[in-house]
Every structure is written in structure tokens, then in C-alpha cells.
């Protein structure tokens, strides 16, 4: 981890230019983005984004403005889950606002997994049904309405499409206890019970770019 984090610091030291939107990013900010991501980012989200681990999000296609705002928020301790504080609180650190910028470019324009494949076709249906419709027994809205009709995101919103199936039951049940404290999600995820959980994960992790 201190390796990690010292070359890090080493290599935001080739940002010289302020960045703005993704488009104004530099070409001294896009190398040393992609060195970043290659070299440190890699290790855990790996190569492209693509993680073949269920422990770490996929970013490759996220939304430039997601990540942005992410790793803001773990540089200012905003997000406070478990793997925000073991991990990205310290990577982040050392991190500044062109080479973040840099970051969520590179990501956002690399092409996501395949989706997992799934024997449990019932689950993945049910998980559609929520995701779609939303459940108005319990009050919960469709998750469509904010994520999109395929799960890609937007600008404001995550892309779920794709994530492995552990990682979104991790992030779910966060957000059901409280845990990442978004009042928003926690209002959407408090109506779902943890087979709705495993569903809707399911589904998300079936869809692919």
C-alpha cells in the first residue's frame, strides 16, 4: 500500500495543467492518468478497469463525473464503508483534482466485461421485474428510473451493468444498514429484502456492455 501510494504521488507531480471536463483533459494528464492506471489502479481494478475480483467495482465505462465525484469523496473521507477506509481513503490521498480528472477519462472510455453467466434464470427474471418496475407493495422506485433502461448509468448515476454479483450485494446491503450513508439509496434499498437484493444482483451482473 505505501508503494502504491508513493508512486502515486510521484506520478500526479506530471499533472501541470488544470483540467476541466473530460474533453479539456490534457495530453500530460491522459499519460499520466493511463500510467497511474496502469501501474497502481490495475492491481486491484484491473487491467482497463475490467477487476476479475468480486472485492473491487468495475470502472471500465463508468461515468467520468461518477468517478470524479468517488474519489472525491474518498479523498475527503465522505465515504466512510469498510473498503473505503482500508483501501481508497489511502490511495486517494495523494491524488490531485487533474489527475482524478485524468482518471475518470480513461475510465469511462474503456469497454466493459461481459456479463456473468447465471444457471438461476428465475432469479435473474425477478431481478429484472424490480429493477424495471420497482416494487409498490414496499416503495421501492424502479431502479431504471435513475440508473437507465440498460444499467449504464449516467452522469449523476453509477453503471451497475456488468458489477460481479458479490460486489452489488455488498453495496445493497451497505446501503440497506446505513452503512454508505446515502439517504437516497438507503430510502430505495430499506424496502428490499435480501432475496430482492440477491435478485436484482444477479440481474445487474448478467448484463453485459
Known amino acids: 500500500m505505501k508503494y502504491l501510494a508513493a508512486s502515486m504521488v510521484l ?3 506530471f499533472t501541470c495543467a488544470r483540467a476541466g471536463l473530460a474533453d479539456e483533459v490534457s495530453p500530460e494528464i491522459r499519460s499520466a492518468a493511463l500510467r497511474v492506471a496502469v501501474t497502481t489502479c490495475a492491481t486491484c481494478h484491473g ?5 476479475i475480483s468480486p472485492k473491487f467495482p ?3 465505462g463508468q461515468s ?3 468517478i470524479t465525484a468517488q474519489m472525491k469523496n474518498f479523498k475527503n473521507h465522505a465515504r466512510g464503508d469498510a473498503d473505503a477506509v482500508g ?3 489511502g490511495m486517494a490521498a495523494p491524488v490531485d483534482d487533474d489527475l482524478i480528472v485524468g482518471l475518470a477519462d480513461y475510465y469511462s472510455k474503456q469497454k466493459p466485461a461481459a456479463g456473468e453467466k447465471s444457471s438461476d434464470a428465475a432469479a435473474i427474471g425477478r431481478g429484472k421485474a424490480i429493477y424495471t ?3 409498490a407493495a414496499g416503495g421501492v422506485p424502479p431502479c431504471a428510473s435513475c440508473h437507465g433502461a440498460s444499467a449504464a448509468g449516467t452522469a449523476d448515476f453509477p453503471r451497475l451493468a456488468g458489477q460481479t454479483t458479490q460486489y452489488l450485494v455488498k453495496q445493497l446491503r451497505a446501503f440497506h444498514t446505513n452503512l454508505r450513508d446515502v439517504a437516497v439509496m438507503h430510502g430505495v434499498t430499506s424496502g428490499l429484502s435480501a432475496e430482492n437484493i440477491n435478485d436484482v444482483a ?5 448484463l453485459g456492455p
Do not use: D, F, K, V
Request: charged fraction near 10%; aromatic fraction near 16%; glycine fraction near 12%.
Open 11 to 13: 506520478l500526479s507531480g
Open 47 to 51: 487491467p482497463q478497469g475490467n477487476s
Open 58 to 60: 468495475r470502472l471500465a
Open 64 to 66: 467520468a463525473a461518477y
Open 87 to 89: 483501501y481508497m481513503w
Open 133 to 135: 418496475e420497482g416494487i
Open 202 to 206: 444477479a440481474y445487474l451482473a448478467s
